[in-house]
């Protein structure tokens, strides 16, 4: 089921004895095990009710022997049990990519399938897998996950946000933290955090703790309060850049070395901007959102503001100049790899080059 659902059962009161979370989300995560626990226990019940074990340091049969037991003091329980995923037995080497490949019987399970035949009233059990994702090769070992605890019926899988539902959400936060975020601040917030609801929830509460009087916060705000927004600078060197603006773009360069801009991470952002812009520019792609979906039909994530970006880029350099900005991006990298005097020396050389 998906978190909403679980949600909406939580509402309704409807709580199974166990759960599986399964999936990398700790937004929804932290949403859904709250709304468990509101659901079963008041807060002053949590003291006695509430036990958490990690299966890093617990071997699973004891978790469910203390399932099976009474509890004095508590007359409704949680259980939650993290590390979900190393209940599971080791598979030798050769079985690691057959899908068909048993996973060897384990008193864990054995237990666990036992329990869920005759769980004891009153107790929930939620278990955590967070460390796989449902893309590529980690599938595999979330289908293997599921398998092992298929005798849990109720299984929330806790999916990355897309960009765009990442940025709805974002919003809806920023609405209930009462705050006033520039639509275009918001959107860039959301891409420099990649997307992730959980760190994006974290820095609008900061943000609202600095907003304190009312007025719409900027992306010169998020710049100052958010570390990965310092993208932002950087991207005001691309357009510096573009202009042929050597004074701008040397002014700007000081501008990330005093801020302590790690200098090979700035030129491999310019690497990237380029790159999409000339690949923009030889598809024939024209606005933001034909080169989005170029991009996102290739697997690639861009963000509707990054999207922009590209186009900004492609409208400033020529096909020509965009192949000579890579061309002098790969002396100015090796440079950086090499016994050299200084990060910014090699990045001035390459401001000088390409403003020529």
């Known amino acids: 089921m998906t978190p909403d659902q679980f949600l909406a059962r939580m509402k309704k009161g409807v709580v199974a004895p166990a759960y599986l979370f399964l999936g990398p989300e700790a937004y929804d995560r932290g949403r859904c095990r709250q709304a468990l626990l509101n659901t079963m226990l008041t807060p002053e019940d949590r003291e006695e009710g509430l036990t958490q074990y990690d299966l890093?340091?617990?071997?699973?049969?004891?978790?469910?022997?203390?399932?099976?037991?009474l509890s004095l003091f508590a007359a409704k329980r949680v259980i939650i049990v993290g590390n979900a995923e190393l209940g599971l037995p080791r598979q030798r080497a050769n079985e690691e990519d057959s899908e068909d490949a048993e996973a060897p019987a384990s008193s864990g399970v054995a237990a666990l399938d036992a329990y869920m035949k005759d769980p004891t009233p009153d107790v929930v059990l939620l278990l955590e897998a967070v460390q796989f994702d449902f893309q590529g090769e980690e599938k595999k070992r979330l289908d293997r996950i599921a398998k092992f605890y298929g005798s849990v019926t109720e299984t929330v899988e806790l999916r990355r946000y897309p960009a765009d539902e990442a940025l709805g959400e974002a919003q809806v936060l920023t609405k209930r933290a009462g705050i006033s975020i520039d639509p275009a601040a918001l959107s860039f917030l959301v891409e420099a955090l990649g997307a992730d609801v959980a760190r994006i929830a974290i820095e609008i509460e900061k943000l609202r703790l600095y907003a304190g009087s009312g007025r719409t916060l900027t992306l010169e705000d998020i710049s100052k309060l958010v570390p990965e927004a310092?993208?932002?600078?950087?991207?005001?060197?691309?357009?510096?850049?573009?202009?042929?603006?050597?004074?701008?773009?040397?002014?700007?360069?000081?501008?990330?070395?005093?801020?302590g801009e790690y200098l090979p991470l700035a030129l491999s952002f310019l690497s990237a901007q380029f790159r999409m812009a000339l690949v923009s520019k030889e598809s024939g792609l024209r606005g933001g959102p034909q080169i989005q979906g170029y991009f996102s039909r290739l697997g690639v994530p861009v963000w509707s503001s990054r999207a922009e970006q590209v186009q900004q880029t492609m409208a400033r350099f020529s096909k020509e100049q965009l192949e000579l900005g890579?061309?002098?991006?790969?002396?100015?990298?090796?440079?950086?790899?090499?016994?050299?005097?200084?990060?910014?020396?090699?990045?001035?050389?390459?401001?000088?080059e390409l403003t020529r």
């Open 230 to 259: 310092r993208a932002t600078t950087i991207f005001a060197l691309v357009s510096a850049l573009g202009r042929r603006d050597r004074r701008q773009s040397l002014q700007i360069l000081d501008t990330l070395t005093r801020d």
């Open 326 to 352: 890579l061309k002098l991006i790969f002396v100015a990298d090796r440079d950086m790899r090499s016994t050299r005097p200084d990060d910014r020396i090699v990045m001035e050389k390459f401001i000088f």
């Open 56 to 69: 890093r340091e617990t071997p699973l049969p004891d978790v469910i022997d203390d399932a099976r037991s």
